[in-house]
């Protein structure tokens, strides 16, 4: 045996909490290799996106279910990563640490740094890809250069590849840890001192509706294939059904990987009448795939508009508007639903989403990273390539985005989506005794005295603020 089969290796866990199909593990645990694995909560190298409050509460009860799946041996740690992870690994003995890659940009620096110091002291930094099914680096267009669309990006640059996405990996057999010796300097290294459950319980509602951890995504991503998949392709809009997969924060901090989730569903396709629904479903992963392109590509997504015109959007500046938005008080339903679900449960339906960004970005005219910021701090799937991908696509300033002139009617759009009103009705107990026919439009009907009354009334009339928004983006097209 050599050095190299006796060393332990340092596991350095980030968005990947998990044992099956977790490239980095796999690969520091094979031969029977000991191993140390370690979380750092890196709060200063991530700045303005160090994680949000919502995803705290997530992130600590993941890091007690991945603790539990190590019997105990799971390292936490705050503060700086290029400081810990070389001392680490420099006081196991380690000679190598093993990662999955991660693409925020602040990341991506980090490593470049802790690599450089682990080189100084002879110790190997390996870099695998357990969170993307097609790597972002070897996706590109005949040319060289990265994809700016979607469809061309799924369709060619990566369906179009001569191998399929990697499957998935089992879990490491007969796992064993060693446990960092004493006089680390790592002081109290418990989960509970990371800090990251708020002193307020704030968070009864996330309680209520979520389970964490690998082995509740695995019956999550079962629920799904049992009685959300089936209908996908044309329900999946409808924030009152149950057609989703709600994998978002599961997917995002990595308890299952988009491969496990891919090929999930390919046993799947010997039903003829779910063809559809799989390949939108996988068509939605791959959506997941060109955000995480995007942010490889184009790092300063989260902050910059891609395209540059919008740098001279007349934003309005309106902090009550804001506020109403954020706490579900702009007067129209599927908005105040969508905000109040949010809040509530730390989760929102895609369909919503796209809905009350448009209302914050065109209707109110406000900047599109104010909302990027309340989803931050609010969503349990908070990730910084859906995110900013994302609400750069509703505010038509990003990559194949909606157009600018393309602004979602509220009122419209809860009619088609939520015809029955029942997703309003959930989230607005004071319009629970409304009907059907006025649950959308509750305060603008005429004669409507006595209905809704505890309901605010609309903040900005629709036509009205469509013009405004119309007019402006006019303006910057120069047309
Ligand atoms: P499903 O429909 O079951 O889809 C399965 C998986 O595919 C999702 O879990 C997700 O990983 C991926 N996916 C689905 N739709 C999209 C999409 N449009 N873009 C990228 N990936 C997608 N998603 C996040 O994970 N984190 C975010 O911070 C986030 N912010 C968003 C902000 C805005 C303004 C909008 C419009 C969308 C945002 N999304 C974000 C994308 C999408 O809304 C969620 O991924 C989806 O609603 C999650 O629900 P689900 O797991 O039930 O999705």
Redesign the pocket.
Request: aromatic letters at 12%; hydrophobic letters at 40%.
């Given at each position: 045996m050599n050095r190299e089969d006796l060393a332990p290796a340092l596991v350095w866990f980030r968005e990947d909490l998990r044992l099956a199909d977790n490239p980095a593990l796999y690969a520091a645990a094979s031969g029977g290799r000991p191993i140390l694995p370690v979380y750092v909560l890196d709060d200063e190298a991530a700045g303005s996106w160090a994680i949000g409050a919502a995803s705290r509460w997530w992130l600590h009860q993941s890091l007690l279910a991945l603790d539990r799946r190590f019997g105990g041996a799971l390292l936490t740690l705050a503060g700086s990563a290029e400081r810990w992870i070389p001392e680490l690994a420099r006081q196991v003995g380690a000679t190598s640490v093993h990662v999955n890659r991660s693409v925020a940009p602040w990341q991506v620096g980090s490593d470049a740094a802790v690599e450089a110091a682990l080189a100084r002291d002879q110790i190997e930094f390996r870099r695998y890809d357990g969170s993307s099914l097609f790597d972002p680096d070897r996706v590109l267009k005949p040319d060289g250069t990265p994809y700016r669309v979607f469809t061309p990006f799924y369709r060619k640059g990566c369906l179009g590849q001569a191998e399929p996405p990697r499957e998935p990996l089992p879990e490491p057999e007969a796992l064993k840890t060693v446990a960092c010796p004493s006089g680390t300097g790592a002081g109290d290294a418990s989960i509970d001192a990371l800090g990251l459950m708020p002193d307020i319980p704030w968070y009864s509602g996330f309680e209520q509706s979520w389970s964490v951890g690998e082995s509740a995504a695995l019956e999550r991503l079962d629920a799904?294939l049992d009685r959300?998949l089936r209908g996908?392709k044309s329900d999946?809009n409808r924030p009152d059904r149950e057609?989703?997969?709600?994998?978002?924060?599961?997917?995002?901090f990595g308890e299952i990987s988009?491969n496990q989730?891919w090929y999930s569903v390919e046993p799947l396709r010997s039903d003829p009448v779910l063809g559809d629904d799989i390949d939108s479903?996988q068509s939605?992963?791959g959506?997941?795939e060109?955000?995480r392109y995007l942010l490889t590509h184009w790092p300063t997504l989260p902050e910059q508009n891609w395209q540059e015109k919008f740098d001279k959007f007349p934003w309005q500046s309106d902090e009550a508007a804001l506020e109403r938005w954020q706490q579900g008080l702009t007067g129209y339903p599927i908005v105040d639903a969508g905000m109040r679900e949010l809040w509530q449960t730390g989760?929102?339906?895609?369909r919503v989403?796209?809905i009350?960004?448009s209302f914050l970005v065109k209707n109110l005219m406000l900047d599109w990273r104010h909302?990027?910021h309340w989803?931050?701090d609010t969503?349990l799937?908070?990730?910084?390539?859906?995110?900013s991908?994302?609400?750069q696509?509703?505010a038509g300033s990003g990559a194949d985005a909606a157009p600018f002139f393309r602004i979602f009617n509220p009122v419209t759009q809860g009619k088609k989506f939520d015809p029955n009103g029942d997703y309003v009705r959930r989230f607005i107990p004071e319009l629970a005794g409304v009907g059907a026919d006025r649950i959308h439009e509750p305060r603008t009907a005429p004669g409507d005295a006595g209905i809704g009354t505890d309901y605010p009334a609309p903040i900005v009339e629709l036509p009205a603020s469509r013009e405004r928004a119309l007019a402006a983006f006019k303006a910057l097209s120069g047309g």
């Amino acid at each position: 045996m050599n050095r190299e089969d006796l060393a332990p290796a340092l596991v350095w866990f980030r968005e990947d909490l998990r044992l099956a199909d977790n490239p980095a593990l796999y690969a520091a645990a094979s031969g029977g290799r000991p191993i140390l694995p370690v979380y750092v909560l890196d709060d200063e190298a991530a700045g303005s996106w160090a994680i949000g409050a919502a995803s705290r509460w997530w992130l600590h009860q993941s890091l007690l279910a991945l603790d539990r799946r190590f019997g105990g041996a799971l390292l936490t740690l705050a503060g700086s990563a290029e400081r810990w992870i070389p001392e680490l690994a420099r006081q196991v003995g380690a000679t190598s640490v093993h990662v999955n890659r991660s693409v925020a940009p602040w990341q991506v620096g980090s490593d470049a740094a802790v690599e450089a110091a682990l080189a100084r002291d002879q110790i190997e930094f390996r870099r695998y890809d357990g969170s993307s099914l097609f790597d972002p680096d070897r996706v590109l267009k005949p040319d060289g250069t990265p994809y700016r669309v979607f469809t061309p990006f799924y369709r060619k640059g990566c369906l179009g590849q001569a191998e399929p996405p990697r499957e998935p990996l089992p879990e490491p057999e007969a796992l064993k840890t060693v446990a960092c010796p004493s006089g680390t300097g790592a002081g109290d290294a418990s989960i509970d001192a990371l800090g990251l459950m708020p002193d307020i319980p704030w968070y009864s509602g996330f309680e209520q509706s979520w389970s964490v951890g690998e082995s509740a995504a695995l019956e999550r991503l079962d629920a799904f294939l049992d009685r959300g998949l089936r209908g996908y392709k044309s329900d999946r809009n409808r924030p009152d059904r149950e057609n989703v997969s709600r994998l978002s924060p599961y997917l995002h901090f990595g308890e299952i990987s988009p491969n496990q989730v891919w090929y999930s569903v390919e046993p799947l396709r010997s039903d003829p009448v779910l063809g559809d629904d799989i390949d939108s479903f996988q068509s939605e992963l791959g959506w997941r795939e060109f955000s995480r392109y995007l942010l490889t590509h184009w790092p300063t997504l989260p902050e910059q508009n891609w395209q540059e015109k919008f740098d001279k959007f007349p934003w309005q500046s309106d902090e009550a508007a804001l506020e109403r938005w954020q706490q579900g008080l702009t007067g129209y339903p599927i908005v105040d639903a969508g905000m109040r679900e949010l809040w509530q449960t730390g989760y929102m339906h895609n369909r919503v989403r796209m809905i009350v960004g448009s209302f914050l970005v065109k209707n109110l005219m406000l900047d599109w990273r104010h909302g990027e910021h309340w989803f931050w701090d609010t969503l349990l799937d908070a990730d910084l390539a859906n995110n900013s991908a994302s609400w750069q696509w509703v505010a038509g300033s990003g990559a194949d985005a909606a157009p600018f002139f393309r602004i979602f009617n509220p009122v419209t759009q809860g009619k088609k989506f939520d015809p029955n009103g029942d997703y309003v009705r959930r989230f607005i107990p004071e319009l629970a005794g409304v009907g059907a026919d006025r649950i959308h439009e509750p305060r603008t009907a005429p004669g409507d005295a006595g209905i809704g009354t505890d309901y605010p009334a609309p903040i900005v009339e629709l036509p009205a603020s469509r013009e405004r928004a119309l007019a402006a983006f006019k303006a910057l097209s120069g047309g």
